[in-house]
């Protein structure tokens, strides 16, 4: 049985309402992400990382104030619990180990990096 389980995305929110701390809503969640990954988010997924996370007890979430911008309703916020820190420090931990259990010369060969270029218009190289 596994001890903490966290999805790659999972953990990407569960980290993000840290960095977040107290100003980890959903729309402010998803900019961060996409602003430090480089990467789209739908608020789909969002919010089924949000419930799920919620549902595992690693997130409890609080209404803030209802605000005009949003037609009166308020803005849900969301915060790390105490069993929610234990299974961040558990990936951590895990995904420690496993990095440190790599060879180094496995890490330190050559690898071609591929990836977008910034004006999209075609795929640049990268050895490191």
Known sequence: MKKYYLGEFEEIVLLTIGIL???AYG???KNE???RLARDVSMGAMHTALIRLEDKGYIKSSNGEATEERAGRPR???EITALGKKAIAYSKS???ELWNSIPKA???SPVDIR???EDGAGLISVLS
Do not use: G, M
């Open 21 to 23: 701390n107290k100003e």
């Open 33 to 35: 992400i996409e602003a």
């Open 115 to 117: 990836h977008k270029s």
């Open 106 to 108: 496995v890490l330190n």
């Open 76 to 78: 849900k916020y969301f």
């Open 27 to 29: 729309v402010s969640i």
């Open 94 to 96: 895990t995904r420690d």
